[in-house]
Nanobody, 118 residues
Framework: QVQLVESGGGLVQPGGSLRLSCAAS????????MGWYRQAPGKQRELVAR???????NYADSVKGRFTISRDNAKDTVYLQMNSLKPEDTAVYYC????????????WGQGTQVTVSS
């Protein structure tokens, strides 16, 4: 069992910045990757950024150069630094954890709203 709690969402003007945090608890030893997904109204959920236990990262083309995913292993926390925000970044952002010890499992946070608007 893994629990994920997101924080840091809010309203920001275009060009502004936000930092999202996701704290994991429970069987954190089983996690091999964590990431951020987002879902805008009328659209499917999409991968924004992902980081593995080995430190490899992956980003959606739409956020490369603007967003940075990082982790603090001592705190079991992953961050998403979002700079140069655009209105099209508006969505509910969900933290995800992938684990596999006995069987594979995906865990999800409750989501945090990010709104980019002037």
């Amino acid at each position: 069992q893994v629990q994920l709690v997101e924080s840091g969402g809010g309203l920001v003007q275009p060009g502004g910045s936000l930092r999202l945090s996701c704290a994991a608890s429970g069987r954190v030893f089983s996690i091999y990757a964590m990431g951020w997904y987002r879902q805008a109204p009328g659209k499917q959920r999409e991968l924004v950024a992902r980081i593995t236990s080995g430190g490899s990262t992956n980003y959606a083309d739409s956020v490369k150069g603007r967003f940075t995913i990082s982790r603090d292993n001592a705190k079991d926390t992953v961050y998403l630094q979002m700079n140069s925000l655009k209105p099209e970044d508006t969505a509910v952002y969900y933290c995800n954890a992938e684990s596999s010890i006995l069987a594979s499992n995906d865990y999800w946070g409750q989501g945090t709203q990010v709104t980019v608007s002037s």
